[in-house]
């Protein structure tokens, strides 16, 4: 990549321009890949047809939330609720991870006892491996128990799933008895509606597929489900865009003129690192930055208004759905999409109108 800051068109000034230098940059490459994908609805829609049509690797930048939380999901099925389902239903809510309890505070989606369903009693919490992280703005009417601090979460969650299931366990070396662990498999076995809350960055696929088998085996005795806290960037919504349009999740590979799923030949990341790619498009338009292994390989950055500089061989900067145009993004809360409207509307091009030209510039320069 060269070595110099790319210029940025000035809200729709030279954007012509611009996206025709784009277009003759990845027009020369052999492989190119779109990455990010931190964009609304209509945006990663525009960067599947791009993909198709130039034969690029698509991938979103939230690579943990694919390769953990939907590997587990294809490989084995989740049992998942949606968070105002929990805040009402749940009567204990178990963090698993450190992840979670940061994630339940930042979200606040257990600031209120609900209240909806009064058969339910006091709201407890379990915190199981969060390494001394506690929840804050819960609101709590229940113990507030803890289990596994400095164990790691694969461990504790093994001894739990075997303590469950009856089967003996040697004493934790760490000083985690089998008293502490029955304890709070008592504790998830009495519960009436038990919520479990993950964050898929604190695990890998197989400690995940192994929390999942536990809250399957709750079911036996009572009703247990989970709660992801959901992607990074817009993920989900990305992933979903992706499954109804192509058949599957992130990461495709479209060089043979259809869709392919791969985790391992399609990871951005490994692929720059391999010199496997030759262009890249890296849409940031909800973030997150271009990452440093960018800069191996001549890029087209697609950053929000006002980010920092960013050093790219082409740099655009387009809108942000819901501050400064109307957009299509997945709402936590209500596990669905929902229509957001510009809080500070501005004349600035959106992704998919960038990416509609890009592709519409490569198609004229290759007739």
Not at 31 to 59: S, W
Not at 181 to 199: E, H, W, Y
Request: proline fraction near 5%.
């Amino acid at each position: 990549m060269s070595d110099h800051r790319g210029t940025r068109p000035k809200g729709r000034e030279s954007l012509v321009e611009t996206v025709e230098s784009a277009a003759r940059l990845i027009a020369k490459a052999r492989q190119p890949a779109i990455g990010g994908l931190g964009t609304d609805v209509d945006g990663v829609r525009a960067a599947l047809a791009l993909g198709l049509k130039i034969g690029a690797i698509v991938d979103h930048a939230a690579t943990v939330y694919e390769r953990v939380d939907l590997r587990v999901l294809s490989d084995s099925g989740v049992m998942v609720t949606t968070a105002a389902e929990a805040r009402h239903r749940g009567d204990l809510i178990v963090l698993v991870g450190p992840g979670a309890v940061a994630w339940a505070g930042h979200a606040s989606v257990f600031d209120n006892g609900g209240g909806l369903y009064p058969w339910r009693g006091p709201r407890g919490v379990l915190c199981i491996g969060t390494g001394g992280a506690r929840p804050a703005h819960m609101a709590i009417d229940g113990d507030v128990a803890v289990l596994g601090d400095d164990l790691p979460l694969d461990r504790v969650i093994g001894l739990l799933r075997a303590r469950l299931g009856g089967r003996p366990v040697a004493a934790s070396p760490e000083g985690l008895d089998v008293t502490a662990i029955d304890a709070a498999a008592l504790q998830m076995k009495a519960a009436s509606f038990g919520v479990v809350v993950a964050d898929a960055h604190d695990f890998d696929h197989v400690a995940y597929d192994s929390l999942m088998a536990l809250v399957k085996a709750l079911n036996a005795e009572t009703r247990f489900t989970t709660l992801a806290v959901p992607a990074h960037h817009h993920g989900r919504g990305a992933n979903l865009v992706s499954a109804w349009t192509t058949g599957g999740r992130l990461p495709v590979g479209m060089g043979r003129g259809y869709p392919e799923q791969d985790d391992w030949r399609f990871d951005l990341e490994r692929a720059v690192g391999a010199g496997e790619i030759d262009a890249l498009v890296w849409v940031g338009a909800l973030g997150p930055e271009l990452p440093e292994w960018a800069g191996k390989v001549p890029t087209v950055a697609l950053i929000h208004h006002g980010a920092q500089e960013c050093r790219a061989d082409v740099v655009i900067e387009v809108g942000v759905p819901g501050i400064t145009h109307a957009g299509v993004l997945t709402d936590a809360i209500r596990d669905g999409f929902a229509h957001v409207e510009p809080r500070a509307p501005q004349d600035l091009p959106s992704v998919a109108e960038v990416l509609s030209l890009l592709s519409a510039a490569i198609k004229d320069k290759a007739a």
